[in-house]
């Protein structure tokens, strides 16, 4: 039952955030190859950064994904980062 929980110097935790990530104007272009790069651009971007992704799920035109972080992160700067790296990558 522990093992749900992160421990580290007097704090336990265990967070996660929803995170959706939809294109502008709902187009659909998260289709074939497209798809699995940006998957793995976050995928190297939360394991740069020691997030863990619990769950990834992409459509043609938004991204699912389930982060596990520390307590010591802001959800609105993680966001801000995998928008900005994304992008800029597609």
Known sequence: ???????YNRRKYS????????TKYRKQI??????DNVKQKIYDIC???GYGIIAMETDKDHIHFLISYDTTDRVCDMVKLIKQQTTYYL
């Not at 039952?1 to 421990?7: F, I, S, T």
């Not at 998260?30 to 798809?35: E, H, M, N, T």
């Open 30 to 35: 998260l289709k074939g190859s497209i798809a």
């Open 47 to 49: 394991n740069s950064k």
């Open 15 to 22: 967070l996660k955030v929803h995170m959706v990530l939809v």
């Open 1 to 7: 039952m522990d093992n749900r929980y992160n421990r």
